[in-house]
């Protein structure tokens, strides 16, 4: 108890997260019988990983296609696609978001990619600030349930009985739900914002299509390859990058030489940030499962709590309160371990059960005090964190609400991997 | 003094930026290079793997120092977000002294884990592991180094912040 107080003293004060987690597993391991090397040992086994070097090859193949300029292709064509709908650029900017989440699967990348085209434009369109912030926000939660996703990725190397390809798999219908909840919400509920304008001839949708061609046909590339067996996340990534690269330069010719340096650079330093939770998180673990602390809470757990729908219940309505506090990324860390294996006995499918989390913390990043993706969007609209959660209310119980049909639907996201023999 | 410390720690934060880049550059090559060369040729670099995760491991080490020259680390702002200027000041001193202390003792357990477990050849390449351990030793004295010159700063700016801004024109 002291050392959890410890640990909650020292973030309260705003020291960074994995210098925190070292201090105190440092000093744990110093007053124990273990060697002090494996403070550094354990550190190093957490990051050495082939699969890991999927994330910053992922965050990388997203930087580039930013930097290509390819965020006003895929508006464009979301344009073509819904903007004739009530309230119509705000559903372009829910459907944009869908689409780039294939491309980013990240959410604060696609808030701040987004953001930066949709606040504005909304807001000249006679959009309140507020309202266009709190939908960019609300609408980048989908980006890392659809694939490639990287908190996937980082949920596999936590929880491995859980698949790669199969959760890929399993986050594109739960993606497209959030989507359609969002859309479903802005006509039925949303005041009529921006002029109605009538739908585009198909021979300007297909001009559209044509245009976003390259980053809609790169999700497909990725997800596919691994699906079918074909390369493994880590070799993906890689091709995703040189496919990024390829089109950056030589076909859409925005991207140019002098770009490059700086794009690889800020990759993986925003990667060595996130590396290094996982790496510190991988010491804490290793110390957690010594002491039993995981089967001591799975044994009070399964005593407890009567059957799986109650767990499931009691999982949800806890991650969601764990969001106000706790980064995504960071709490699936801590969690995903205690958690994971509770519902594997309670017989839930290991990718059921990953999709719901995930879907449930990135949700957390529009909650405050620590939702990243509403200060990305304040940071761009400046209407203030107050006034924009007050907006992203009605969109945060939408997402609530998918979340709790795919709990309780467990098809929704299984169906599909089940089509691939997963 | 602090105009010096301000220029060191700006030509410190380009160099890990460049050096975490480069690493980036590596893994990128490394694993393309091998995947094609698997695909096209069935046969592929025994050290690809090693290479490219090495080449991971050290440029987080690097990106994670750049980060934190630039206060990128994640933290929590939860509380320091309602505590007044001066507060914070001194937490920062705070927190910059205990990533100080931090540093030291990873800076220990590193070469204590290079010293017992870097003597294994890796695969394919002649190089043991103790090179690619290193890597800890480099984040480790790296968190020292930067820690020590943002600490520096703050103590530099600390009278001035504690004092809180100046008024504006027409205050009293």
New interface residues.
């Given amino acids: 108890m002291i050392i959890v107080s410890f640990l909650v003293a020292l973030l309260a004060i705003g020291v960074p997260i994995a210098v925190a987690i070292l201090a105190v597993t440092s000093w744990l391991i110093a007053h124990s019988s273990f060697p002090f090397s494996l403070v550094a040992q354990q550190t190093f086994s957490g990051l050495d990983s082939f699969t890991l070097l999927a994330i910053p090859l992922f965050i990388l193949a997203g930087e580039l296609m930013n930097s290509s300029g390819i965020t006003g292709s895929i508006v464009n064509f979301a344009n073509a696609l819904v903007g004739q709908f009530k309230s119509g650029l705000a559903q372009v900017n829910i459907w944009a978001s869908f689409i780039f989440a294939g491309i980013s699967g990240s959410a604060v990348a696609d808030t701040s990619a987004l953001g930066r085209v949709f606040i504005p434009s909304m807001k000249a369109s006679g959009y309140p600030p507020d309202v266009a912030a709190a939908l960019v926000a609300a609408a980048s939660v989908i980006g890392p349930v659809v694939p490639p996703s990287i908190p996937v990725i980082i949920y596999a190397l936590i929880y491995p009985v859980a698949s790669v390809p199969a959760m890929f798999l399993g986050g594109a219908v739960p993606g497209l739900l959030l989507a359609v909840g969002l859309s479903i919400y802005l006509f039925v509920f949303a005041p009529k914002y921006g002029q109605a304008r009538e739908a585009l001839p198909i021979r300007e949708r297909l001009k559209a299509f044509l245009n976003a061609i390259i980053p809609l046909a790169m999700p497909v590339f990725i997800v596919g390859s691994i699906v079918l067996g074909i390369v493994t996340p880590t070799e993906a990534a890689a091709f995703a990058v040189f496919y990024a690269l390829i089109a950056g330069l030589f076909i859409l010719r925005s991207l140019k030489l002098v770009d490059i340096p700086g794009v690889f650079i800020r990759s993986m330093r925003d990667s060595a940030v996130i590396l290094v939770i996982i790496a510190t998180v991988s010491l804490a673990n290793w110390l957690l499962t010594y002491a039993q602390i995981p089967q001591n809470i799975a044994t009070f757990v399964l005593h407890e709590t009567p059957n799986k729908y109650i767990f499931l219940l009691m999982v949800n309505v806890f991650l969601l309160l764990v969001g106000l506090v706790l980064e995504g990324t960071s709490a699936m860390l801590v969690l995903v371990p205690i958690l994971a294996p509770i519902a594997t006995t309670y017989g839930i499918d290991p990718t059921h059960f990953a999709i719901v989390v995930i879907a449930n913390l990135m949700i957390g990043l529009i909650t405050p005090p620590m939702g990243l993706c509403l200060f990305v969007a304040d940071s761009i609209a400046n209407v203030g964190i107050l006034r924009l959660t007050r907006r992203i209310i009605p969109l945060f119980l939408v997402e609530v609400a998918v979340l709790f049909v795919i709990t309780y639907i467990p098809a929704l996201v299984t169906w599909l991997p089940n089509q691939f023999g997963y | 003094m602090t105009r010096i410390l301000r220029t060191l720690h700006d030509g410190v934060q380009h160099l890990f930026?460049?050096l975490?880049?480069?690493?980036?550059?590596v893994?990128?090559a490394v694993?393309?290079t091998n995947?094609i060369s698997r695909y096209l040729f069935h046969s592929s670099f025994v050290w690809g793997?090693s290479v490219?995760?090495y080449g991971?491991?050290y440029?987080?080490?690097?990106?994670?120092l750049?980060?934190?020259t630039?206060g990128?680390?994640?933290?929590?702002?939860?509380?320091?977000?309602f505590l007044s200027p001066r507060v914070?000041a001194v937490?920062?001193l705070?927190?910059h002294l205990?990533?100080i202390?931090?540093g030291i003792?990873?800076t220990?357990?590193?070469f204590?884990?290079?010293?017992?477990?870097g003597r294994i050849v890796i695969t394919g390449l002649n190089l043991t592991t103790a090179y690619m351990?290193s890597?800890?030793i480099v984040l480790?004295a790296g968190?020292i180094v930067v820690a020590s010159a943002k600490a520096i700063i703050c103590v530099g700016e600390l009278p001035s912040r504690l004092r809180g801004p100046a008024p504006e024109a027409g205050e009293p």
């Fill in positions: 930026l460049a975490a880049g480069l690493s980036l550059g893994v990128f694993v393309l995947s793997g490219s995760t991971m491991i440029g987080t080490a690097f990106g994670v750049a980060a934190y630039q990128l680390n994640v933290r929590f702002n939860i509380v320091t977000e914070n937490l920062e705070v927190s205990l990533t202390a931090v003792a990873f220990i357990s590193a204590e884990f290079v010293h017992s477990r351990q890597a800890m480790g968190l």
